[in-house]
């Protein structure tokens, strides 16, 4: 499908885009007039299909590519999908990501490279590609986690220490494109009630997020759309002046004094 018209709106690519933030990102995208590349992994047992769904209930406009962020081809032609599609790219989300349990003793290289791959390298892939087809202003955000934006997680080095590492490679891309008129931002989620964070293998599961929830100070575990809104607002005009920040949108969990 190429598109003949040179319609105002802006467009959006994001990845990691078939459930948890990622959907709920692509329907409040619709709801402010964004047009969306929905990213999906080949192997995601979550449908893209309900997000292109709910986006277009929402009286949006979207279409479905499949990216694996960690072959270097498939995320420039995610990217280029926009163009071809759409005419434009104005805003990236790398939000697509992998969480494993690994101790130390068990934590191989392969797992290590692999990781770091999707959740830092994939993110770079990201952003550099969306980068060389903004053609003028646009805004970026990437995903990172409380676990290692600032905290450190037990069994999850290679997890928490590819998301520290989105940190700084926002930070220094922010630097770099401010010239251009592109602004970077990283966003750090707290405990949020996705299919990566119900997962009791990998992550806390059901009952361990219900017992998390009674160390946050508003006293719940936070909800897909509410980081959603928050990255909207970061890849908005209404956030002209803000770059190469961290936000943290977690319920006052990381400012809470220990009792």
Not at 87 to 100: E, S, Y
Not at 113 to 128: A, H, K, N, P, Y
């Amino acid at each position: 499908m190429v598109r003949t018209d040179q319609s105002d709106q802006p467009v959006a690519v994001i990845t990691g885009a078939a459930s948890g933030i990622g959907r709920a990102l692509a329907v409040e995208y619709a709801r402010r007039g964004v047009r969306t590349v929905i990213g999906s992994y080949p192997g995601d047992p979550h449908d893209p299909g309900e997000t292109e769904r709910l986006v277009r209930a929402a009286g949006g406009e979207c279409v479905r590519h499949e990216v694996d962020v960690r072959d270097p081809a498939q995320v420039e032609a995610f990217a280029e999908h926009a163009l071809t599609v759409f005419g434009r790219l104005d805003i990236a989300v790398a939000n697509a990501g992998v969480l494993r349990r690994a101790p130390l003793d068990q934590l191989t290289d392969e797992a290590w490279d692999d990781m770091l791959s999707v959740d830092l390298t994939g993110v770079l892939r990201t952003l550099r590609s969306a980068a060389r087809r903004m053609a003028g202003s646009g805004a970026m955000v990437a995903v990172s986690s409380i676990a290692g934006g600032v905290y450190g997680w037990d069994y999850h080095a290679h997890y928490a220490a590819a998301k520290a590492g989105v940190l700084g490679l926002c930070r220094s891309l922010a630097v770099e494109l401010a010239p251009r008129g592109i602004r970077v931002n990283s966003l750090i989620p707290g405990l949020i009630e996705t299919p990566q964070s119900t997962d009791p293998v990998n992550s806390l599961g059901p009952a361990g997020l219900s017992r998390a929830a009674a160390g946050i100070p508003v006293g719940r575990v936070g909800r897909p759309e509410e980081i959603a809104s928050a990255i909207a607002y970061l890849t908005s005009d209404d956030a002209s002046y803000i770059t190469g920040q961290s936000l943290v949108v977690d319920g006052g969990l990381t400012v809470r004094m220990p009792a």
